[in-house]
């Protein structure tokens, strides 16, 4: 059961002793649909820094996304992901802050390994659960950078990866479909063709789409995000 206590925080605060090192950093402009409306609806900043995590070298990399007052009257959102890997992405620990709309709670992953069994210990507010895995376990973020790191030179359309990643208090399928080119017109003023990445997971008995990336073809830099939350859909156009 996930609690429903408020949680606003900065998940940085929970982190003691981390030395970044170099980043990259992007920013966006942020549009929210809920039904039939339509707005611009705040910003949003993606970036990964190489750094020192409890003694590991690691890759942090956190999206924070956040609605001004004018979309805070149709639909609240306050979302922080911070996630840490080792250099060759493996996860070490993950955590959300989540306040969508009237839902506010704190979601963390701790990532461990045992005898050659990827585990991880999962909490979503009140709820624990652990959960192992023959194979790496993702988080959104991680999933994100697994996806920016895919040679796409010779694939076709319809080309899928499927991963175990993190979702709340359990572990579900995801699944990346490529879907080809698009050219995308980003709020830099920019046009870039870009790879259209979809992504769904499967969870409830039922398959959706959580988010759809378009990176750019060269160095997939992620030009715009459409993201679910709840009962609305963000889109995140890259700014800077």
Same mark, same amino acid.
């Given at each position: 059961?996930?609690s429903?206590?408020?949680?606003?925080?900065?998940?940085?605060?929970?982190?003691?002793?981390?030395i970044?090192?170099?980043?990259?950093?992007?920013s966006?402009? *942020?549009?929210?649909?809920?039904?039939?409306?339509?707005?611009?609806?705040?910003?949003?900043?993606?970036?990964?820094?190489?750094?020192v995590?409890?003694?590991?070298?690691?890759?942090?990399?956190?999206?924070?996304m956040?609605?001004?007052?004018?979309?805070?009257?149709?639909?609240?959102?306050?979302?922080?992901?911070?996630?840490?890997?080792?250099?060759?992405? #493996?996860?070490?620990?993950?955590?959300?802050?989540?306040? #969508?709309?009237?839902? +506010?709670v704190?979601?963390?992953?701790?990532?461990?390994?045992?005898?050659? +069994?990827?585990?991880?210990?999962?909490?979503?507010g009140?709820?624990?659960?652990?959960?192992?895995?023959?194979?790496?376990?993702?988080?959104?973020?991680?999933?994100?950078?697994?996806?920016?790191?895919?040679?796409?030179?010779?694939?076709?359309?319809g080309?899928? #990866?499927?991963?175990?990643?993190?979702?709340?208090?359990?572990?579900?399928?995801?699944y990346?479909?490529?879907?080809?080119m698009?050219?995308?017109k980003?709020?830099?003023?920019?046009?870039?063709?870009?790879?259209?990445?979809?992504?769904?997971?499967y969870?409830?008995?039922e #398959?959706?789409?959580? *988010?759809?990336?378009?990176?750019?073809?060269?160095? +997939?830099?992620?030009?715009?995000?459409?993201?679910?939350?709840?009962?609305?859909?963000?889109?995140?156009?890259?700014?800077d």
């Amino acid at each position: 059961m996930i609690s429903g206590r408020i949680v606003k925080l900065s998940v940085l605060s929970l982190f003691i002793g981390i030395i970044p090192a170099q980043a990259q950093d992007f920013s966006y402009n *942020l549009y929210l649909n809920v039904g039939f409306v339509n707005i611009s609806a705040g910003k949003a900043r993606l970036n990964d820094t190489d750094v020192v995590y409890d003694g590991r070298d690691a890759v942090r990399t956190q999206l924070a996304m956040k609605t001004n007052s004018v979309a805070d009257r149709v639909f609240e959102l306050r979302d922080t992901m911070v996630s840490y890997n080792t250099p060759d992405g #493996e996860g070490i620990f993950y955590s959300k802050t989540v306040n #969508e709309g009237k839902k +506010h709670v704190l979601e963390t992953a701790r990532f461990t390994k045992d005898s050659g +069994h990827f585990i991880v210990n999962l909490t979503a507010g009140s709820s624990r659960s652990t959960e192992w895995r023959d194979e790496r376990i993702f988080d959104m973020l991680s999933m994100l950078r697994f996806t920016r790191d895919i040679d796409m030179t010779d694939k076709e359309p319809g080309y899928t #990866e499927t991963l175990p990643m993190v979702n709340g208090d359990m572990v579900v399928q995801q699944y990346i479909i490529y879907q080809g080119m698009e050219k995308i017109k980003a709020d830099d003023g920019k046009k870039y063709d870009c790879l259209k990445i979809s992504v769904r997971d499967y969870k409830y008995g039922e #398959e959706r789409e959580t *988010l759809k990336a378009y990176l750019t073809a060269d160095v +997939h830099v992620p030009v715009q995000l459409n993201i679910i939350v709840g009962v609305a859909s963000i889109k995140a156009l890259l700014t800077d």
